[in-house]
């Protein structure tokens, strides 16, 4: 049972727009999301996070808005630029002493010029 | 911030031979890390949680006589891959962090045995 889901496995944006990827999850007990991005041959680097307590988090181009209610989550990014294209991971934690991270499949994202 | 460093990057082994992998935390003490593989196309699945002077807690399908993971000091988690095979061949990532805060990643081990 995949408790992360990221359903669009890719997406392409135009250079200058705003690209949004999405996340859904099940597991109601997640109390903190985050964002990794990943480039080809490299591990995922930490791109944004947010609390289970807050509905949105801004850093610079990226903002993540959770909607709990809908077990929902997303990434902005705005504008898009070409060094954005990578693959982003959504992923959540529980709030035990493992810290165990659990990812979703990620979403390829294009920067169109 | 916070680092944690892993290496070697990228090891080609011969079929039978064991390789280890590391993963250190550079500035700060990290009681558990978490050994991750990467299958191509899905997302990265967590392998074991190894845990500072204890043994290693292993998900379900691991097998933990293939994976050993040794966790001998606070910055210090090992990854041995013993008698690779061609089968075992992935990118294998660690993480760690500070308690109750963000996650970083090692900068993952390509692995391709021949």
């Known amino acids: 049972d995949q408790q992360v889901k990221q359903n669009s496995p890719s997406l392409s944006v135009q250079e200058g727009r705003i690209s949004i990827l999405n996340c859904d999850y099940t597991?109601?007990?997640?109390?903190?999301f985050l964002w990794y991005k990943k480039y080809p041959a490299e591990g995922p680097t930490f791109l944004i996070s947010?609390?289970?307590?807050?509905d949105k988090n801004e850093d610079g181009r990226f903002t993540v808005f959770l909607n709990k209610s809908a077990k929902h989550l997303s990434l902005h990014i705005v504008p898009s630029q070409p060094g954005d294209s990578a693959v982003y991971f959504c992923?959540?934690?529980?709030?035990?002493?493992?810290?165990?991270?659990?990812f979703g499949k990620g979403t390829r994202l294009h920067i169109l010029p | 911030g916070a680092v944690v460093s892993q290496h070697p990057s990228r090891v080609i082994c011969k079929s039978g031979t064991s390789v280890k992998i590391e993963c250190r935390s550079l500035?700060?003490?990290?009681?558990?890390m978490f050994w991750y593989r990467q299958f191509p196309k899905k997302s990265l699945m967590l392998m074991a949680t190894?845990?500072?002077?204890?043994?290693?807690?292993?998900e379900q399908g691991v097998e933990k006589d293939k994976f050993l993971i040794n966790h001998a000091s606070l910055t210090l988690s090992t990854l041995t891959v013993t008698s690779a095979h061609p089968e075992d061949s992935s990118f294998y990532i660690c993480?760690?962090?500070?308690?109750?805060?963000?996650?970083?990643f090692g900068s993952g081990t390509q692995l391709s045995v021949l």
């Open positions: 993480s760690a962090g500070p308690r109750d805060e963000k996650l970083f």
């Open positions: 992923a959540a934690t529980l709030p035990n002493r493992d810290d165990k991270i659990i």
């Open positions: 947010i609390s289970s307590i807050k």
């Open positions: 597991n109601s007990m997640f109390d903190y």
């Open positions: 500035d700060f003490q990290a009681t558990t």
């Open positions: 190894s845990n500072e002077g204890s043994k290693a807690t292993y």
